[in-house]
């Protein structure tokens, strides 16, 4: 997963539910370095809480998802964020920064 875009990154959900799954595991994902270069906000709902799990995601050039992960799987929210950081990097490459 490409996090060299991301500027920041906000979850919110439920430790105990079953699809809070996909915010973990992303997560984990984070490279050991992620918070000295992305700001990073956890919101953990209480266990009879039934709001869904959200992940939220900035880039650098200022776009922002919000990301249902109660729909979506874990490959499905890392292909979305590589395929916006694959289109950064390439601009990125054709200004030379």
């Not at 490279?31 to 992305?38: D, K, V």
């Amino acid at each position: 997963m490409i996090t060299k875009f991301l500027t920041e990154v906000s979850t919110r959900f439920n430790p105990f539910a079953k699809r809070a799954r996909i915010c973990r595991i992303f997560l984990a994902q984070l490279p050991p370095n992620a918070r000295t270069t992305m700001k990073i906000t956890t919101k953990l709902l209480p266990r009879e809480s039934m709001e869904g799990s959200v992940l939220k995601l900035k880039f650098k050039d200022g776009k922002e998802m919000e990301l249902d992960t109660e729909k979506l799987g874990i490959k499905d929210v890392m292909e979305e964020v590589d395929r916006h950081s694959r289109g950064l990097n390439r601009l990125a490459d054709l200004t030379g920064n």
